[in-house]
């Protein structure tokens, strides 16, 4: 079976229930019906899978890339290529979740022109439902609007302004800059935005901003009123070389666990433990014979 065939047609392969893709409209349902939305970030084809196939409702292929895939000390130098690049790794593993694409630092900090061409790519080379863009951008969030392109904007700790905040650090503490916030948040939903993240905010901002605005808002570090809530892939299941901030629950080990079965590999192949027998591909019993007949004629001659 090819690593890419999906069994059960359009049924979930868990449940054998039909899948109902999940669309931009579908998070608005679910904030009027008060269903919460789950969504992960997501960087390749099977952890997407495996992700998709567990029923998270939104997949984002967060330029959080740039740090928990690539190795970089903050997420300003990934690329448009390298982004585009994941995100049609996790389109072609996705059924059912929302595939929403981050833009990179960079790809619509100029014009509105740069950024629109740059968000179409994602949606024509890459195949992303929604684009993410971090900041109150509202132009360019009209811009895409008009478009066609569904966007998510993203406000409080937005770690691609790092170097202007002087590190990752919990925003919107004071009325002042909560009311502001506030406004900030007001005004993307007003221009077209269809979600809006809201990281490393106090939970009582967060959750009145929930109340008043007419789009989800989906956490990260931002309390559990939000209309849904986002982690780093990495983050929940351990795969970070790095103390966890506050806000992360690891819901699993996989970093002890994949270092542990590749020591255990390691050291069967030092002990010549693997593979075994039942591990190896045999010569048919014919092919052995005349092999063994070749040997044993090859033997008496030089002898
Ligand atoms: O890049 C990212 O991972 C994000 C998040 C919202 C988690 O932007």
């Not at 690539?70 to 300003?76: A, K, S």
């Not at 740069?114 to 009209?142: D, T």
């Not at 008043?212 to 299941?237: M, N, R, S, W, Y």
């Amino acid at each position: 079976m090819s690593v890419t065939s999906f069994p059960g047609g359009s049924s979930s392969a868990s449940t054998g229930n039909p899948i109902t893709k999940v669309t931009m409209p579908a998070l608005a349902e679910m904030k009027r019906q008060g269903k919460p939305i789950s969504a992960l970030t997501a960087y390749d084809y099977s952890s997407s899978r495996l992700a998709d196939e567990a029923g998270i409702d939104l997949l984002l292929v967060g330029d959080s890339l740039a740090m928990v895939v690539l190795g970089h000390e903050n997420t300003m130098a990934v690329t448009v290529d390298e982004m585009l690049h994941h995100t049609r790794a996790v389109r072609r593993a996705v059924r059912r979740a929302l595939v929403v694409a981050d833009m990179p630092f960079g790809s619509y900090h100029g014009t509105v022109a740069e950024g629109l061409a740059n968000a179409v790519r994602f949606v024509k080379e890459a195949g992303a439902e929604a684009v993410k863009i971090e900041g109150p951008r509202v132009e360019l969030v009209r811009a895409l609007t008009e478009a066609e392109i569904p966007v998510i904007g993203h406000l409080g700790l937005t770690p691609q302004s790092v170097h202007r905040m002087g590190g990752y650090r919990v925003q919107a503490r004071t009325a002042e800059t909560a009311s502001r916030l506030r406004d900030d948040a007001m005004a993307l939903a007003d221009a077209g935005a269809g979600a809006v993240v809201l990281e490393g905010v106090p939970r009582e901002v967060a959750a009145e901003i929930t109340a008043e605005l007419p789009v989800p808002t989906i956490g990260i570090g931002a309390g559990p009123d939000c209309d849904g809530q986002i982690l780093v892939f990495h983050d929940l299941l351990n795969l970070t070389f790095a103390p966890a901030a506050k806000f992360v629950r690891r819901y699993a080990d996989a970093g002890g666990l994949i270092r542990a079965a590749i020591e255990h590999y390691r050291e069967d192949v030092e002990h010549r433990a693997f593979p075994s027998d039942e591990e190896s591909y045999h010569l048919p019993e014919t092919a052995r014979k005349s092999m063994a007949a070749a040997h044993k004629t090859s033997v008496l001659r030089k002898a």
